[in-house]
């Protein structure tokens, strides 16, 4: 399992809850020649990358690159996986390449319907499959307990239950305070 500073780990936290796995803008107590290091170490690891950034819809821009555009960071596969997030299913073509055409269909063709679409599965032996079984355990878990058993902070436990769980997993994640534990998390038993 990758080693995450705590930074990085809030960094790519964040990133993984905004559209396009956007990593800017960056913790306010991160800045200069701090995050730049941070920025460094991070594309070193393929956790973020440099993309050009769309200025007409206000994206973050990250540095100038001197021809009028700017660059943006975004956080990568390895970097969701490296928090235990899944990445979404990437398309496999080359960049740039067209679908073949298609017939249309005529009112008289019989069309097949759409297969539903595939639900995604945490990888076994991964933190966010340890993070789900203890929620769905029938006691569930609390953000102390998780932490021991992930070695994750606070905030990075209730990112990846409200990113990885609720959003891209479409897993609903109920809590209550439970007398002499405080709040329990729970899912619905699988």
Request: glycine share 10%.
């Amino acid at each position: 399992m990758t080693k995450l500073s705590d930074t990085q780990a809030v960094i790519l936290s964040a990133a993984a809850q905004r559209d396009g796995h956007n990593a800017l803008p960056f913790p306010p107590n991160l800045r200069g020649g701090a995050a730049a290091k941070v920025v460094e170490t991070m594309i070193a690891k393929g956790f973020l990358e440099e993309v050009d950034a769309n200025l007409r819809e206000g994206e973050p821009v990250w540095r100038e690159t001197g021809d009028g555009h700017g660059a943006t960071l975004v956080a990568t596969d390895a970097g969701l996986a490296a928090i235990g997030i899944e990445p979404e299913d990437a398309n496999t073509a080359p960049a740039g390449a067209m679908d073949a055409p298609t017939e249309e269909p005529t009112p008289d063709t019989p069309t097949e319907p759409d297969p539903a679409p595939k639900a995604r599965t945490p990888r076994e032996g991964t933190k966010q499959a340890t993070l789900i079984a203890m929620l769905r355990a029938p006691d569930g878990a609390t953000i102390g307990e998780i932490m021991v058993a992930t070695g994750w902070q606070s905030h990075t436990v209730r990112g990846a239950m409200a990113g990885a769980l609720k959003k891209k997993l479409g897993l609903e994640v109920s809590s209550e305070k439970v007398e002499g534990r405080g709040r329990v998390y729970k899912l619905p038993a699988a």
